[in-house]
């Protein structure tokens, strides 16, 4: 798949967790091809989720392409648990602390032969991220500040960024997608896809309906 098409990834974290089988076939059912898995250690961002036990589970539900994006410390000291667990692609953050480095740490997962990503924080700009754009295959614009759910989009924070990855990639011939995480509704998506994402995830607009076969529809709608 490359970054001309537009997927839309439920995110686990706004499940429910005590049938986490269950949601997991409903969002397979619901026509999710990814699904995105946020992992929170407490210490990078002020929250805890869960860790490569669950993706282990989630792994064993579904052949879904299973979206890690590790917000935590250290990321190179877990990576080989969650590479293990069965993670498709693992989006790591520029701002977290590494014992080796940002791009040692690309280097492994994409020598596990999975997919890699940088992330970037509401306040982070984008030139954070240039060292790397040549060494991923997604870049993760955090349009919400990450560790919790429910948080408004922060549009004017994060869409010139989106616009300046966008911009650079085309101008340089490079092929990341761009996705977009943190306040996704039917209202906001269009807003992200006319400043280049083709990823968006999606955690209560998605999980959050009964009828998550329709709010997954409409999400796509908006953004087609």
């Not at 969650?82 to 590494?98: M, Q, R, S």
Request: some cysteine; overall charge negative.
């Amino acid at each position: 798949m490359d970054y001309h098409s537009r997927l839309i990834l439920p995110s686990l974290l706004a499940s429910d967790w005590s049938k986490v089988g269950e949601e997991v076939r409903r969002a397979e059912s619901a026509g999710a091809r990814w699904l995105h898995l946020d992992v929170m250690d407490g210490n990078f961002v002020d929250n805890i989720s869960f860790g490569p036990q669950m993706v282990q589970v989630v792994r064993k539900q579904t052949q879904m392409f299973l979206d890690v994006h590790l917000m935590i410390h250290r990321a190179d000291h877990y990576l080989e648990r969650f590479l293990k667990a069965g993670a498709d692609n693992i989006t790591i953050h520029v701002e977290a602390d590494y014992d080796s480095s940002v791009a040692e740490t690309l280097k492994r997962i994409r020598a596990a032969g999975k997919q890699c990503g940088i992330a970037l924080h509401p306040h982070t700009p984008f030139e954070a991220a240039l060292p790397y754009v040549k060494d991923i295959d997604l870049l993760l614009v955090m349009t919400v500040v990450p560790g919790f759910g429910g948080q408004p989009f922060m549009e004017k924070e994060t869409m010139p960024k989106l616009a300046a990855a966008r911009d650079y990639r085309d101008a340089n011939g490079l092929s990341y997608h761009l996705e977009v995480d943190g306040g996704i509704y039917t209202s906001t998506a269009p807003i992200a896809q006319r400043n280049g994402a083709n990823l968006f995830v999606c955690g209560t607009s998605s999980f959050g309906p009964p009828d998550m076969k329709g709010a997954m529809a409409e999400l796509a709608a908006a953004v087609a």
